[in-house]
């Protein structure tokens, strides 16, 4: 089974960086499409950015032109490269790795606090 591990979550200030990482054990990565989804407290998980197999992306308009979803398939890894974060960015992001015929799988998150 699909086995996925987020990482790079951490704590910034406002205006700072971060890179998240999830990485799969899937054999068939190369086919998948992946989404970086969010959940703050008492808020409702909402979908951040997604990329397709051929590597085209849609984001979250919170997020747009701050954020960068990308895929290196011989890592088997979906990186979020996050600039400009905001406090409202504050959330466990999870990614979502869905194999064409055989089943959606998620993460366990990754903590990303920005505060001053």
């Known amino acids: 089974q699909v086995q996925l591990v987020e990482s790079g979550g951490g704590s910034v200030q406002p205006g700072g960086s971060l890179r998240l990482s999830c990485a799969s054990s899937g054999s068939a990565f190369r086919i998948s499409a992946v989404g970086w989804y969010r959940q703050a407290p008492g808020n409702e998980r909402e979908l951040v950015a997604t990329i397709t197999s051929d590597g085209n992306s849609n984001y979250a308009d919170s997020v747009k032109g701050r954020f960068t979803i990308s895929r290196d398939n011989a890592k088997n890894t979906v990186y979020l490269q996050m600039n400009s974060l905001k406090p409202e960015d504050t959330a466990v992001y999870y990614c979502?790795?869905?194999?064409?015929?055989?089943?959606?799988?998620w993460g366990q998150g990754t903590q990303v606090t920005v505060s001053s």
């Open positions: 979502n790795e869905r194999v064409p015929l055989l089943g959606a799988y």
